[in-house]
């Protein structure tokens, strides 16, 4: 079955520091790959996604995020957060299906100290 | 990506009422919506997936008496709670299927009191 895992339920990071936050996900082809942002009361706010081709992606705000498929892992990365990055960072996998439904991972909840 | 609008961006109702939620793509035509349920500090559950000018396919286990889903135009879909109850509380968020990516609205917060 299809699922996405993030293990870091929660991360709190120094600004100015770097950050990587993990997923990992079991899908039977070559996956789509997505991270969102979420924001409090917000909606979610698409970072980056990978669909094939370099395997290291860059998005939007700094953000960058590397294919591995040995290692069916899809890490997030930031070489220098700033404090508006934090907010709930979401791993979704694209099902392919017919009308191409996402599955989220659980979430990683990244708080910023000064 | 497409620009999705939601509204309203909250409402509270009381028990027994049934509250409207309207999900719009602003600037690509869609024929993919989408209708998520989100609780606090966890992730999306995906309700319902909205196809324009056909019914709705909802995912196991939710009620489409309870959440109706209709898809009237290219650019409008709309969710209803009918007969809503405390614990329809939530957060709800609509997103727009461009191809093979997904571009979500701001969300509804539904408090029923």
Same mark, same amino acid.
């Given at each position: 079955? /299809?699922?996405?895992? /993030? ?31 979420? =924001? ?11 669909? =094939?081709?370099?395997?290291?992606? /860059? ?56 | ?9 909250? !409402? ?6 049934? !509250?409207?939620?309207?999900? %719009? ?11 998520? %349920? ?29 959440? @109706?889903?209709?898809?009237?135009? @290219? ?34 917060? @539904?408090? !029923? @009191?």
């Amino acid at each position: 079955a /299809q699922s996405v895992t /993030q293990p870091d339920i929660h991360i709190t990071v120094s600004e100015g520091a770097s950050l990587e936050l993990r997923c990992n996900y079991s899908y039977g082809a070559t996956p789509y790959l997505f991270w969102y942002v979420q =924001s409090p009361g917000q909606g979610l706010q698409l970072l980056l996604k990978y669909f =094939s081709g370099d395997t290291l992606v /860059q998005g939007i705000k700094g953000f960058e995020a590397e294919f591995k498929r040995s290692q069916s892992s899809f890490n997030l990365r930031k070489p220098s957060v700033h404090w508006s990055d934090a907010a709930e960072y979401f791993c979704a996998v694209g099902t392919l299906s017919g009308y191409n439904k996402l599955i989220f991972g659980a979430g990683t909840r990244l708080a910023v100290h000064p | 990506g497409a620009v999705v609008s939601q509204h309203p961006s909250w !409402v509270i109702c009381k028990s027994g009422t049934s !509250v409207k939620i309207e999900c %719009r793509s602003l600037d690509f035509q869609a024929t993919t919506m989408f209708w998520y %349920r989100q609780f606090p500090k966890q992730s999306l559950m995906l309700m319902a997936t909205s196809n324009e000018g056909s019914k709705a396919t909802y995912e196991q286990g939710v009620e489409k008496d309870k959440f @109706l889903i209709n898809h009237a135009s @290219l650019t409008l879909s709309t969710l209803t709670v009918t007969s809503a109850h405390p614990e329809d509380s939530s957060f709800y968020i609509c997103s727009v299927g461009q191809q093979e990516t997904q571009y979500f609205g701001p969300g509804t917060r @539904l408090l !029923v @009191l």
